[in-house]
């Protein structure tokens, strides 16, 4: 990298999934939020011989996550080639060496994509569908069993409606201003794929148990998502405690540890508090949800968290999408 060379930066906020996990496979509408916990990527110009060396030999290409990579290959396929090293910052998804579970994969292919057309000029913010794009093609030939949405919240930002097969159509809605939601860290981090195959078995194994679990799931993720985007905040509560419940009936079935037990821990106090909490994502670990409509009930579910010696994360739901940042 030379010195004083040119230089850009990009950044793509992390995820949480708000409904619609698991259904989302099966085409059912699912709701996604950007949070304000930002992956930062920095583009610097490249010391080169001439010789137009292509991506995958260049030096970044054993560090960075192949969905960054993959997602810059489509933006320069479209744009053209740039001669850029490529590092990406996501301490602020992480905790020490352990993930959150806020989606740091998705926000490395964001922002990737829109570091190709930054370098080329453009004002990421101008042009998120089209990151979106490449972001998704990238996320999906690492991850094809993958929904797409957690990308989706990382190139779109704010909080958005997703279905599957009209992945770049997803659009946004409004949360409801009396709705509070408190996050909470298992400080057990999961891996989906292990989670999303023994669903796929139990499909497979016992078809008729998989389409019971799945009914019961897509009902209270269609709850959860019709009282978030009509802002009753009440009926969001229970929906969400159904939803949670739902995943949990979903693990059993599966064999899957979905709903595990730091997860139920963070469900009882909800209930004991007047709210209603679920996982956020896969489950298996990473962090939950946990709904209030009620300012009292939400404190007071904090300091129980506190006591129970849970992990409360400090995030805000519907941050900005992709961007450009200063240099």
Known sequence: MSAGGRQIRTSAPGKMMISGEYVVLEGAEALVAAVDRRLEAVGSERLTDGSGASIARSSESGTLPPEALLARKYAEATLGAVSMELTLDASA?????????????????????????????????????EVLGWALAGHHAVAPQGSGADVAAATLGGVVRFVRERAEHAQ??????????????????????????????????????????????????????????????????????????????LGEASGAPI????????????????GGAKPSGAGGGDVALAFFSNPDDSRRFRAACVKADLTLLSVELGAEGVRSEET
């Open 93 to 129: 998804l992480r905790r020490g060496d352990r993930k959150l579970g806020l989606g740091s994969s998705s926000a490395a292919a964001a922002a990737a994509a829109a570091a190709v057309l930054r370098w080329h000029g453009r004002d990421p913010a101008d042009h998120r569908r």
């Open 172 to 249: 946004p809605v409004q949360w409801p201003h009396t709705l509070d939601v408190q996050v909470v860290w298992t400080g057990i981090p999961a891996r989906t794929s292990d989670l999303v195959a023994k669903v796929r078995a139990l499909e497979v194994d016992a078809p008729e148990r998989y389409r019971d679990a799945m009914h019961q799931l897509r009902d209270a993720s269609e709850d959860l998502l019709g009282a978030i985007t009509e802002g009753q905040a009440m009926a969001a509560v229970g929906a969400a405690d159904r939803h949670g419940l739902a995943m949990g009936a």
């Open 259 to 274: 709903v595990t037990e730091e997860l139920a821990r963070v469900a009882a106090l909800a209930r004991e508090n007047n």
